[in-house]
């Protein structure tokens, strides 16, 4: 069995890891043009679910790197008006699953891909644009890439994420919607200076501000055990220090810590050339949005750098029925892309990777024939895959009442009322922390 993999993202990857060390034969297939394609985007939450595939998909050494280049785990969830005033934290996050390998961590998105390509060179096919399949009369399965090359498996896994051309072919009738909200991201350098602006807990944690008009910031430090220069730090183990001085992944990594800023609200509420304009003319927008902010968040997005600046059009997937499974599926951003309200994206694709990846080595040991094997991952990656899409735009939805002129301020306040009570209530808060761990799999059965 040869199984091709469409994209070199973070499930895609991960796959790739699982199916090597179970003996599979695999080729990953990626458009951009180098290792070093694909270095942005920001801070990525790997949740229990996460960890755990990681984990169970990357040979050890590598989990270990993964976890020695992971910035500090945050410990509070906290959520503030924009005049800096706490309504509800919650804590515990950063604990241990009882197996061991599920944990809460934070990593830089640059950073987790180069872990994920380390060890996989000799899989990775760069600069190989996917146009379109064709089945064959003995049931494999031939790609076909924009450079007029082609190869054959017999197992094709569309990864090629949100703008998937193998579920546009495969899945025609799959939609994405805008969810009716756009995103501006930033990053301001971690110094002296802007950690004035900072309380401990703001520090220390992952921070939701939420303004009126629907405006919500997410403010989210990431400190990295390398120093500006990229030398290990010291003081953070021996082995770790190792670990990264002599990961290759590290020379394609420009991390540094850094204060992730990201704005986000109804598009009909925001500039209908926002996708247009620049980085200086997405900060400027930004400064716009919180002119009667507290002052130390004014500061902060005064010294966003516009370099780093860039528009987010949310989308997300509309649920479909389940299809007549084949020798072709789908896994992560490609079959489920959803907002980023409950921040599960990345680690359901890593669940679905692990889940196919058991599924296939049920293949290769004769335990499970191959179109039975995909239906049942596809049968469940279906519920909990679209479980989550769902949910996920409950908490990013430009339909919503809050980002409406009048009665938004009038949900706002009720949310901040709820919020604050909830907030002088421990057993309560403990309710809610355990409901959201467990839903981003701290007990879940590996």
Request: proline share 5%; glycine share 10%.
């Amino acid at each position: 069995m040869h199984v091709m993999i469409i994209g070199a993202g973070t499930g895609g990857l991960a796959l790739a890891h699982g199916l090597r060390r179970a003996g599979i034969a695999c080729t990953v297939f990626e458009r951009d043009r180098t290792r070093g394609g694909g270095l942005q985007g920001y801070r990525v939450g790997i949740d229990h679910d996460g960890s755990r595939a990681l984990s169970r998909l990357l040979p050890p050494e590598l989990f270990d790197t993964f976890v020695a280049t992971c910035a500090r785990t945050p410990d509070h969830f906290t959520m503030y008006t924009e005049k800096y005033k706490e309504v509800l934290s919650l804590s515990g996050f950063a604990r241990a699953s009882e197996d061991g390998a599920g944990a809460e961590r934070s990593v830089s998105r640059m950073t987790l891909r180069q872990v994920l390509l380390t060890g996989l060179e000799d899989l990775v096919r760069f600069d190989k644009a996917f146009t379109h399949y064709e089945r064959n009369p003995d049931g494999t399965v031939t790609a076909h890439f924009e450079d007029g090359t082609s190869a054959t498996g017999d197992v094709l896994v569309g990864a090629d994420g949100t703008n998937s051309r193998v579920r546009r072919q495969y899945l025609p009738h799959a939609e994405l919607k805008d969810a009716g909200i756009t995103a501006i991201g930033g990053k301001v350098p971690l110094t002296d200076i802007t950690r004035t602006l900072l309380t401990d807990k703001t520090a220390d944690g992952v921070n939701l501000f939420l303004a009126p008009g629907g405006y919500s910031l997410i403010l989210h430090v990431m400190r990295f055990p390398w120093d500006e220069n990229g030398a290990p730090r010291s003081g953070i183990g021996a082995t770790d220090a190792d670990l990264i001085k002599n990961w290759p992944g590290l020379q394609f990594d420009n991390t540094r810590d850094y204060i992730m800023l990201g704005i986000s609200g109804a598009t009909r509420n925001l500039p209908a050339d926002i996708h247009e304009r620049d980085g200086a003319g997405l900060c400027e927008l930004f400064r716009e949005l919180t002119r009667t902010w507290d002052a130390r968040l004014r500061a902060l997005v005064d010294l966003v750098d516009p370099s780093t600046c860039f528009p987010i059009r949310i989308r997300t997937s509309v649920p479909v029925e389940q299809w007549p499974s084949s020798n072709i599926t789908l896994i992560g951003d490609a079959i489920h892309t959803m907002t980023p309200g409950r921040g599960v994206g990345a680690n359901t694709a890593l669940r679905d990777a692990l889940l196919l990846c058991r599924n296939l080595t049920a293949v290769r040991d004769g335990r499970m024939p191959l179109v039975p094997a995909v239906r049942d991952y596809e049968t469940q990656m279906i519920d909990y895959g679209f479980d989550a899409v769902r949910k996920s735009l409950e908490q990013m939805d430009g339909n919503a009442p809050i980002h409406r002129p009048v009665l938004g301020r009038a949900v706002l306040a009720a949310m901040r009322t709820g919020m604050r009570l909830v907030n002088h209530l421990p057993p309560v808060k403990r309710k809610m922390a355990a409901s959201m761990q467990a839903y981003r799999g701290q007990d879940r059965d590996a």
